[in-house]
Every structure is written in structure tokens, then in C-alpha cells.
């Protein structure tokens, strides 16, 4: 699946600035004490603590009070007296690093054919020189879930920080999920096909259920190859799924409708995996019975119309309220293809305005990214023992009006906030200052 990335295709698009990007390092790893004094801290469980420091060692939360001391020598201390701080933000489903300019093919690498490449690893695609990356960290979004694309059985995710030199370096949790893509089980006609003289080979509902019943029959073959203590011959494909059977991946299903999701619902039944569901535009129908399934939903892009036509039309601001309310665990996600990313911040804050708290929208795309992702127990939020994925801003990060990143840190690293929006900003700023 690697490929080098041709960057000379996109030059013209993506010309550098006397001081280039590729003169912005991964910051060192930091051995020592840190210090984040006279903070109002967001610690991304749904608590405020207002006036506090954070005591980092050695990339670690150490402590966290309003009565800890500050020793003299070579420490570190960032005074952010009327500045907010938030836990690194997670964008949960994303193609980061494996596309960078979507309309040069030489720069994307994010799928492979056949339906059925469980054993793809998208990790090993993973651009670290993407420009892309920095402008998410801008926004405070400091990790990510690299997801592959296409087939039935796209292959495997994997949880990367974004500072970093390579891939072995950025990699937080190497393959933590499979991912599923749904076949579609909506007839959707094509109203010019009678016009074009088209004939539909196949009914679109059945060859998805034949498609359905494909994916579960591998997944039968390959919980027996699991269950075998000595199988006579290795087969990748059922050796790289083997983590579903004994929970330490989880299985994404990318769908939408609430047919989609029954048929997610059957997949834990019949063979007990963890289950998230990518997408879930209306699963807000089924909340109840997802919370019984114990199925957690990343909300892929609430910045999107409606799927139905008689749905709300502000359905999609309203969805992560509805999930809030019935206790199922949801994150929320910014999958456009134009932002790439950056508007995570602002698709929470769109859902702050539709029924959730501040704090529950910050949660969704913190904590409860975390835990659906695998890495709770390390990020996620600002808590004693976690990793030091910190980030500092001006105003409230959720409103696009007010928040300005001014720091981030990435397991107690201070890492450089230059990204080529910036230069590019100051490059005309100073073209046309006259």
C-alpha cells in the first residue's frame, strides 16, 4: 500500500515560503518537570477547575491543584492566567496522511481493491510531512485515527499523534479497529436512466445482502481460524481480524440508515465484537437499542443535510443530543473534504448550540473519542497519570469567533503551531503591506 508521495505534482499547489514547513521539527521528547500555572482547565470529563496548575513530569500528568509549588532551576512554566486549557482534541475517522491533494492521484493512498483486505495496515501509509497535519494542530486537534478506504473490508486503523518524524514515531495504537463499509440498502433509481436507455443488471438491495452475507461468512471462517490453537497454514486475512474475537480491536461499521445499523446490531449478537457505528446519521431512531447492544457512534460530519427528506432540517445538530440523553457513547467527527479536519472544534460547538452542554460537546471530542478509539486509559482527558496531550487556548476552543490556539502539547512536548496557513498569511501580508 505504500507509495511515494510525488510531491512535485502538487508543487505549484503547495509552494513553500522562505521558511518552509520542512523546517518545522517533531519537538524533543522533554525529560523534566513542566509547569502550566493559573489555568482554567477543561479536563474533558466535564469539570471545570477554575485557577489551577498542571504538574507535567516526564510527558505525564503528575499532579493537578491550586497549592502546588514551583521550584526554582531548570523547569518549565507556561503562566496562562485567563487562558483556557482543554486535553488534545481526537478526530476519530479520518484519512490523514494518507491523502493530501485529493485531485492528484500520485498524492493519494488511502485504499486498495478487492472487497475484502482485512489485512491492509493504513499506519504504514501514514504521511508525517503532510502539510495538512500542522493545520489541524492550529485548531487543537493533536491526535487522529488513520482510517483506509474502500472494498467491503477496508483493513485496519490506527491512533496516531500528529508531531512526529515518521510513522513508527507518530503511531499512539497500532491497528485498534477494523473497519466495515456497509453496502448501501436504499434503492436509489437513477431518474435519467429509462431516458439513457439504461437497464439495472442487479436489484441494489439484494446484491447488498449477498454482500452482508459475504462479510459475516468471513467473519465465521475466521472466528474458527481464531478458535484453532494450531491452524497447518497462515492465513493473513483471518490472523489480521483475530482481535475482534477477543475484544482488543473493535469492529467499525460505516453506515447511516436504520436498516444499516440492525444489521451492526447483528454482529455483536452473533459474534459478540465490540461494535462503533461510523456515520449514524439516523441513530437517533435506534438510541435505546444501541445503548442495549452497548454499540458506540462517531458522528461522522454533523455539518451535512439531513439523510431523509422528511427528516429535520437540523437534524444532524440535534442527533448527538438525542444519543446524549439515551446514554449511548458518541463521538463527534469532522469528515469534510474541504476542511480536512480543522472544523472538529466547531462541529462540537455546533451540537453545544443544539442540546448539549459546553462541557458534554468538549467531551466528544476528548474523552469519549478516546474510549471509543481504545486510548481512554492514556488520553483524553487532563487527569493525574494520563499523557500530557495538552492544549492552550485564547477563548473557548468550541467557537471559531473567539478560540486561538497559542500552545499544544503532545506527552508533555511544547510542539511548534507553525503550519502553512500562516506562512502563507505572512508571506502576502508582507506583498501587499504597502
Not at 496516531?160 to 436509489?188: C, G, K
Not at 444501541?290 to 439523510?307: E, Y
Amino acid at each position: 500500500m505504500k507509495k511515494l508521495l510525488f510531491t512535485i505534482c502538487c508543487g505549484l499547489l503547495l509552494t513553500t515560503s522562505s521558511h518552509a514547513q520542512e523546517n518545522v521539527y517533531p519537538a524533543k521528547e522533554y525529560k523534566g518537570l513542566l509547569f502550566i500555572t493559573n489555568a482554567t482547565v477543561h479536563v474533558g470529563n466535564g469539570q471545570v477547575i477554575e485557577g489551577t496548575t498542571i504538574e507535567v513530569r516526564n510527558g505525564k500528568i503528575d499532579k493537578i491543584g491550586k497549592d502546588i509549588p514551583v521550584p526554582q532551576g531548570d523547569v518549565k512554566v507556561f503562566d496562562v492566567k485567563g487562558k483556557h486549557v482543554y486535553p488534545g482534541l481526537i478526530l476519530t475517522n479520518s484519512q490523514l496522511g494518507l491523502v493530501e491533494v485529493p485531485s492528484v492521484r500520485a498524492t493519494v493512498d488511502s485504499r486498495e481493491i478487492g472487497d475484502l483486505n482485512p489485512s491492509v495496515r493504513s499506519i504504514v501509509a501514514y504521511n508525517t510531512d503532510s502539510k495538512v497535519i500542522n493545520t489541524l494542530k492550529s485548531n487543537g486537534i493533536l491526535l487522529a485515527n488513520v482510517v483506509p478506504l474502500g472494498g467491503l473490508i477496508s483493513g485496519s486503523s490506527s491512533v496516531v499523534q500528529l508531531d512526529a518524524w515518521n510513522y513508527e514515531d507518530a503511531a499512539y495504537r497500532m491497528e485498534n479497529a477494523i473497519h466495515f463499509r456497509m453496502p448501501s440498502l436504499i434503492n436509489r433509481p437513477n431518474p435519467f436512466a429509462a431516458f439513457m436507455g439504461i437497464v439495472p443488471q442487479t436489484d441494489p438491495l439484494k446484491r447488498g445482502m449477498e454482500q452482508i452475507a459475504e462479510v459475516k461468512a468471513f467473519f465465521r471462517q475466521a472466528q474458527a481460524y481464531a478458535n484453532t490453537s494450531k491452524p497447518h497454514s497462515t492465513n493473513l486475512k483471518y490472523a489480521s481480524v483475530k482481535g475482534l474475537f477477543n475484544k482488543s480491536q473493535k469492529l467499525f461499521v460505516h453506515c447511516d440508515i436504520v436498516k444499516e445499523m440492525l444489521v451492526a446490531v447483528d454482529f455483536v449478537k452473533e459474534f459478540g465484537m465490540d461494535v462503533v457505528i461510523v456515520g449514524g446519521s439516523e441513530s437517533y431512531q435506534i438510541a435505546p437499542l444501541l445503548k442495549a447492544n452497548n454499540i458506540a457512534v462517531i458522528l461522522n460530519q454533523p455539518h451535512s443535510l439531513p439523510t431523509m427528506q422528511d427528516d429535520d432540517v437540523d437534524q444532524p445538530y440535534k442527533t448527538a443530543a438525542a444519543l446524549q440523553k439515551a446514554g449511548v457513547l458518541f463521538a463527534i467527527n469532522d469528515e469534510d473534504g474541504q476542511t480536512r479536519g480543522r472544523n472538529l472544534p466547531f462541529n462540537a460547538g455546533t451540537a453545544a448550540a443544539y442540546g448539549l452542554t459546553k462541557e458534554q460537546a468538549l467531551q466528544a471530542i476528548t474523552l469519549n473519542a478516546a474510549t471509543i478509539l481504545g486510548v481512554g486509559d492514556r488520553t483524553g482527558s487532563i487527569e493525574v497519570g494520563k499523557d500530557a496531550n495538552i492544549v492552550v487556548s485564547e477563548g473557548d476552543i468550541l467557537d471559531m469567533r473567539t478560540s486561538l490556539v497559542t500552545h499544544a502539547f503532545i506527552q508533555g512536548r511544547h510542539v511548534d503551531l507553525t503550519d502553512k496557513h500562516k506562512q502563507l498569511y505572512e508571506r502576502y501580508k508582507q506583498k501587499y503591506a504597502k
